[in-house]
C-alpha cells in the first residue's frame, strides 16, 4: 500500500515536469531542475526540491553555494531505512531533518560543509529534508513535530 502511495507522489510530482527538467543534473554541477513540493512547519512554508531517484539523492545539494531562505531538498527513499548523510562536496551549512511517514521529525542533525562526518535517523525513516543549518531552530521547529504536505498525507 506503501508503495502504491510513493508511486502516486511521483507522478504528482513529476507529471507537469519536462524531460529537460529531468535530464538537466550532473555529478559536475549542482542540481536546480527537480520537481518542487510545498510544505508547512507550523506557520512557515517551505519550498522543497524532491530527490526521488537514486541518482537525484546521490547528488542531493552538492555544488549548491546558494539556497534560498525557506528552500530545501526533500530525500524521498522506496523504504524505511536508518538514512544517514553527509556533506562531501556540498558547501552550504545544513541541518537535516530525519523524518517519519506521517511528518514527524524524528530527529535533527547539524552538517558541517565538505564534511565527510556521517548524521544518521534515530530510527527508519523513508524522508529526509535538509535546510539551511540553523532554520529549524529559528522557526522553533524540533524533534516530535510535523511537518505537512503531500507527501505526509495518509
Not at 547528488?59 to 525557506?70: C, E, Q, V, W
Not at 522506496?78 to 537535516?96: I, S
Given at each position: 500500500?506503501?508503495?502504491?502511495?510513493?508511486?502516486?507522489?511521483?507522478?504528482?510530482?513529476?507529471?507537469?515536469?519536462?524531460?529537460?527538467?529531468?535530464?538537466?543534473?550532473?555529478?559536475?554541477?549542482?542540481?536546480?531542475?527537480?520537481?518542487?513540493?510545498?510544505?508547512?512547519?507550523?506557520?512557515?512554508?517551505i519550498?522543497?526540491?524532491?530527490?526521488?531517484?537514486?541518482?537525484?539523492?546521490?547528488?542531493?545539494?552538492?555544488?549548491?553555494?546558494?539556497?534560498?531562505?525557506?528552500?530545501?531538498?526533500?530525500?524521498?527513499?522506496?523504504?524505511?531505512g536508518?538514512?544517514?548523510?553527509?556533506?562531501?562536496?556540498?558547501?552550504?551549512?545544513?541541518?537535516?531533518?530525519?523524518?517519519?511517514?506521517?511528518?514527524?521529525?524524528?530527529?535533527?542533525?547539524?552538517?558541517?560543509?565538505?564534511?565527510?562526518?556521517t548524521?544518521?535517523?534515530?530510527?527508519?525513516?523513508?524522508?529526509?529534508?535538509?535546510?539551511?543549518r540553523?532554520?529549524?531552530?529559528?522557526?522553533?521547529?524540533?524533534?516530535?513535530?510535523?511537518?505537512?504536505?503531500?507527501?505526509?498525507?495518509?
Amino acid at each position: 500500500m506503501r508503495l502504491v502511495g510513493l508511486a502516486a507522489l511521483a507522478v504528482a510530482l513529476l507529471a507537469p515536469f519536462s524531460i529537460r527538467a529531468q535530464s538537466s543534473m550532473s555529478a559536475e554541477g549542482p542540481q536546480r531542475d527537480l520537481p518542487r513540493v510545498r510544505l508547512t512547519a507550523g506557520i512557515h512554508i517551505i519550498d522543497a526540491q524532491v530527490a526521488l531517484t537514486e541518482e537525484q539523492r546521490r547528488i542531493g545539494l552538492m555544488n549548491r553555494r546558494d539556497l534560498a531562505p525557506s528552500e530545501g531538498m526533500l530525500f524521498v527513499f522506496e523504504q524505511p531505512g536508518v538514512q544517514c548523510f553527509w556533506m562531501k562536496n556540498t558547501p552550504l551549512p545544513l541541518t537535516a531533518a530525519f523524518v517519519a511517514d506521517d511528518g514527524t521529525i524524528v530527529n535533527l542533525a547539524d552538517m558541517q560543509p565538505m564534511s565527510t562526518q556521517t548524521h544518521c535517523s534515530a530510527r527508519p525513516v523513508r524522508f529526509v529534508l535538509e535546510m539551511h543549518r540553523g532554520w529549524f531552530a529559528k522557526h522553533g521547529i524540533s524533534a516530535g513535530q510535523r511537518l505537512r504536505g503531500v507527501p505526509f498525507e495518509q
